[in-house]
């Protein structure tokens, strides 16, 4: 996954922030923030290698467009952020990610314990 | 000088020299001539297609402001299609890029477009470049090939035009 920088000849290279060469690993491109400072991506794996492959763990995971760091924010399982929903929301230190449960949706969101989650980075479990 | 006229009196006969083709012994050697001249024409038609001397007919496509040709080459037993990149402003259509590989068009702006010059070539001008129809002017962005060269794959753009993510160099080690 590639972050190309249209002002100034520069691109980053987030496969390896994002661990993407590790395992089974895909990732779908998400929202720009409204300020274009931060950007979202979706980075999942399957839990059953049997199609039609119901059952995604996907990473929610937050990109500085400025120097590539990776915030992780929450992981939608078992069918993915398809499934859940996300959204901006302004703060008071700029644009945050909040995630929630989508409607009839009956799944779950939790965060790694692994991962540092800011102040800021609101989630709402079910 | 040859003269064909028809003469008076005798109709549906063109005369040649004086002689009329309707005659017998005349209209093999004419049939072989015009059947010589055509196979000429295609055998040379083809040679030249061929050579690439003369490149088959074009088609284009108009996205928003710009306009993307495609010429299909066909040489030596190779066959290809070859891009370029236009730009409409000001009721003209300006070049931006000849041999332009991948596309990808700012579907939040029209104006903006990201392509990718000689895939797989080294050179100056080799690499992805942006072009910014509202300043009417492109540079290049990057070396590498950052954007797949299949259509389907997306790319998102930020709201302020200056970044662009890209699902390219993507590999799956399982």
């Given at each position: 996954m590639q972050l190309v920088?249209?002002?100034?000849?520069g691109t980053i290279d987030l496969s390896e922030t994002l661990a993407?060469?590790?395992?089974e690993r895909f990732v779908r491109l998400g929202e720009w923030s409204p300020d274009s400072r931060k950007f979202t991506a979706l980075v999942g794996q399957y839990s059953?290698?049997?199609?039609?492959?119901e059952n995604i763990a996907e990473d929610l995971v937050v990109l500085d467009a400025q120097d590539g760091s990776a915030t992780y924010i929450a992981t939608a399982v078992p069918r993915g952020w398809r499934a859940f929903s996300y959204r901006w929301l302004m703060t008071p230190n700029g644009y945050t990610v909040r995630a929630t449960l989508g409607r009839g949706i009956d799944g779950m969101v939790f965060r790694k314990a692994e991962y540092e989650v800011p102040p800021g980075m609101g989630y709402q479990l079910p | 000088m040859t003269a064909l006229k028809r003469v008076p009196g005798r109709r549906g006969q063109i005369v040649f020299h004086g002689m009329s083709l309707s005659r017998p012994y005349h209209r093999p050697r004419a049939i072989f001539a015009a059947l010589g001249v055509a196979v000429c024409a295609v055998a040379g038609y083809w040679t030249l297609v061929t050579t690439g001397v003369i490149q088959s007919p074009t088609r284009s496509e108009r996205v928003g402001p710009f306009e993307v040709t495609f010429q299909s080459l066909d040489g030596y037993g190779l066959r290809g299609t070859s891009r370029t990149l236009y730009y409409h402003h000001s009721s003209r259509r300006h070049l931006i890029?000849?041999?332009?590989g991948a596309i990808r068009f700012n579907p939040k702006d029209p104006g903006s477009v990201v392509f990718e010059r000689c895939a797989n070539s080294e050179g100056p001008d080799c690499g992805i470049h942006y072009f910014d129809g509202h300043r009417n002017r492109g540079w290049k962005?990057?070396?590498?090939?950052?954007?797949?060269?299949?259509?389907?794959e997306p790319v998102s753009w930020s709201t302020d035009k200056r970044f662009m993510g890209s699902l390219a160099s993507f590999t799956c080690s399982s």
């Open positions: 920088n249209l002002e100034t000849p993407l060469n590790e395992g059953d290698r049997v199609p039609p492959f | 890029a000849r041999s332009v962005v990057n070396d590498e090939p950052v954007i797949d060269q299949s259509v389907t």
